[in-house]
């Protein structure tokens, strides 16, 4: 795999010595002076289509004066001007004709304001939902509900994402996608994954990236897709960001506060994020099996009552900084780190009837679990443009370090029908872990003839993770090792990739493809115990994934388009999940993990119909093989939850995304889909054949009432669904939230989640030996959201000169 990669790099190398220039790119270039006609430096361009003033490009005028826009498509466009110190102006009305590769616009002269200083703002309109290519952009600032949310609130209302119970995130009906925050990986999964999202305050997001196939790109892990969560990072010249403050209240009390900040001098630019999150939450879980005969006749009855109480505080930090050694060439860094600690403690009531219903027995526990968790990443990059064509090239290394302590005491008493004491156990758990992740990546791009591009690029990663269970159990004050529980697994991965890029934008065909080759290299190490014995895997495989998107205007004015995209994509089972040993969540409930676990693998293919630039139908199909799920197993009423690949699952979808304007006063914004899931694998119980399909529903409705406030109604519907062995009862919610605007500065805004608390998860797991069950699950669902905005220095964001890192894949896979 080596000699492969090391041929595509000397290729690359080539290439970009030798450079094929671009033609047809349509350039839109001018120049900003005072009345003296003095060239004026780090004035603010930004670029807007003329029709329904979308904000399209935005950039910094040169010390010559000098801006310029490139890769303009035709259309009628007008360009405004800010800077503080200088009265805001407004171009007339540009046209970029068919064909024109230059457009040479005459001096733009700026008058200095007389009056005291103060503050500029300039503002676009942006919808919440914008349809790319190959993605789907959602602007989190657009909803009025995500203020004083967190960021798993945000994805909860981003079209075609649903998020469970357990946080388990899905994409039109497909799990295994992969969350990356600012183009990197979150390298995190499961409960772990959730809790960071649910520490990331919304303020602190910008927009979410949404592709169901990723282009190549990106790795190629995540059967459901890529979400992409971009974080705010401001370039203006001077001091200037945003302070977001919010409480939040249902049963309990919680609050998500952000700070960002970015000040830029000269050649340097200096960024922060800084935000803090305390939950107090609480989950209600009650869960009813029961156990039968081979007749079919009752055999027993469990019913379990477990109260979740959540609480804790989260701290994230992320700074930068960037140095423009020339026009050209941007050297980067970026630090960042999260500290939380919280403490869940369950109280947890069993009752035991017999085939009569009688109460046999009742057992008490009280498991209480304290987590230690922390993060830190370091990301050092580099990005030299060799024009303004889009001829570049940008290199990343990264280093990310996980360290989780987690530490239980699980207390369980038995008691007869009558409240006398049977027995009493106390089970003691130390879990400390940890991930050390390094990566590097480069990534070319070259304008080619004819309006094609070509991106190339290579990357390496590194992991290693080392995870301890220690686990002693007290009966009858005697405390004695628990060997079946306690474990050490040493897990180790090495993937080397490679890809190359190809697309172009015509007049009625845009095209895009790729291909993408990745080699994984990995082992790992069950080191056992007196009891247990070591136990050891190694795998290597080499895999291609090639993809495809096509997008074709059928009139000249793109009144319609049709797109076709078709991608291959894997899922690499978990690190965690790959340990083979017991994790207890009650006495009547282990996780365990399993060694055997194979890579998944994904075909899918979408074909839409855009129309207007507004509303997008989509049919999408895809096809997985050994897809990677939670399985349920009972043996002697005991319950096993552990990954394991199923033999085949096809999901059909068909989507609807569009935004109406009823009024001028009034936006309607809709989401829908129907989805059919078909699970079919050899399984515990014989065969597992199951289908469904399901409806989602998502409006919301925006309205402006005048003087500053403005109004939201929106909400989401989904009908029962089946997936495998698990049946998911329908489930609706509503939300209501205002907004008023005090100033250009301050905005404070009110929600109300759930309004009606129906966000209640009900379902029943199938295809048990002999045994049946079902869940409810309650939350702290219906909460009210008071926030505080306040933006200083310009409220005005420029493109970010480099978001990506090396680190592309292996956040989504960490599993504490």
Known sequence: MTYKIMAILAIWLFIAKNPVRAQGISTISGTIINKEKAPLDLITVALYIEMDSTLVKTTFSEPDGKFQFSQVKPGRYLIRFAAVGYTNMSSNSITVKEGEPMLQLPPFILESKVSELKEVSITGKKSFVEQKLDRVVVNVD?????????????????PGIQVDQNGAISLKGKQGVMVYIDDKPSYLSGADLESYLKSLPASSLEQIEIMSNPPAKYDAAGNGGVINIKTRKGLLKGFNGGLNLSLNHGHRGRSANSLNFNIRDNKFNYFANLSHNYNNSFTDLDINRTYKNEDGSPKSFFNQNSFFDRNGNAFNAKA??????????????????????????????SNLFNPARVLDSVIKARN????????????????????????????????????????????????????????????NGSLPSGINIYAMKTDYSLPLQDAWKMDAGLKSSYTKTDNIADYATTANSITIPDYDKSNHFIYKENINAAYLNLNREGKRLSIQGGLRVENTDSDGNQLGNIMKPDSTFKRNYTDVFPTLYLLYKLDTISMHQVGLNYGRRIDRPYYQDLNPFLSPLDKFTYYVGNPFLKPSYTNGVELSHVYKSKYTTTLSYSNTKDDVGETI???????????????????????FNGSFDPAAWLNVSLY????????????????????????????????????????ELSGNYRSRLVNAQFVLQSIWQANVAAQKKISTKTTLKLSINDLFYTKINKGTINNLAQTEANWINKSDSRYVVFSLSYRFGKAF????????????????????
Do not use: C
Not at 322 to 346: H, P
Not at 391 to 399: K, L
């Open 142 to 158: 657009a909803l009025i509900a995500n203020a004083g949310t967190t960021a798993l609130d945000v994805l909860e209302k981003s």
């Open 797 to 816: 964001s420029t493109p970010n000169k480099q978001d990506g890192s090396g680190a592309d894949d292996e956040k989504n896979r960490v599993k504490n």
């Open 320 to 349: 930068g900084a960037d140095y423009y050694q020339s026009e050209t060439t941007t050297w980067g860094i970026v630090l960042a780190g999260m500290d939380r600690k919280s403490v869940q403690l369950n109280n947890n009531i």
């Open 633 to 655: 197993e009972i043996v002697d009423g005991i319950y096993y939850s552990r990954p394991a690949n199923i033999g085949r699952k096809i999901v059909k979808s068909i989507s």
């Open 672 to 711: 829908t889909e129907v989805t059919n899931i078909k699970t079919t694998s050899d399984f515990y119980t014989g065969k597992l054949n199951s289908s469904g399909t399901y409806v989602y529903v998502g409006p919301t409705a925006s309205l402006k009432l005048g003087k500053g406030w403005d109004t």
């Open 368 to 427: 209480e679990d304290k987590i230690n968790f922390r993060n830190g990443a370091v990301n050092l990059n580099y990005r030299h443009q060799f024009d303004k064509n889009g001829h570049q090239i940008t290199a990343d290394a990264d280093y990310l370090t996980y360290h989780n302590k987690t530490d239980q005491r699980y207390i369980n008493r038995s008691y007869y029908p009558g409240g006398i004491l049977k027995s009493e156990d106390i089970l």
